[in-house]
């Protein structure tokens, strides 16, 4: 039985499914909340940890096409530098980004 991959470019078919990808798509206006190690986090990482995309350089392609947008504003810096309580769009999914959760 074929699987199909929210994440990745090409057809699709024969790749895995990620489970998280999954319920973005079915969720679509719930925000993903992100906690964040530390004072931040670079927004070309957060696109890759947060799965919404495939490689740093997907990543940056799609800052450089004008496709992400940080507190509601287009971000064209690859490496902006991104705190709790900061809001980023791509793809359709939002991120919320949280501080690090105390154990």
């Known amino acids: 039985m074929p ?8 057809s ?3 790749q895995r499914l990620d489970p998280q990808m999954l319920l973005l798509q079915l969720l ?3 925000p993903l ?4 190690r530390g004072d931040f986090i670079q927004l070309d ?3 890759k940890a947060a ?3 495939a490689s740093g350089g997907a990543a940056h392609a799609a800052v450089t096409a004008g496709e992400v947008t940080v507190d509601g ?3 064209s810096r690859k490496r902006a530098k991104l705190r709790a309580g900061q809001r980023v769009r791509f793809a359709g999914t939002e991120i ?8």
């Open 3 to 10: 699987s199909f991959s929210f994440a990745g470019g090409g």
């Open 33 to 36: 909340r992100f906690a964040i």
């Open 51 to 53: 799965g919404l995309v």
């Open 12 to 14: 699709g078919w024969g």
């Open 96 to 103: 919320e980004l949280t501080g690090a959760v105390e154990e």
């Open 73 to 75: 504003q287009p971000e």
């Open 45 to 47: 990482q957060l696109l």
């Open 28 to 30: 679509p206006d719930m």
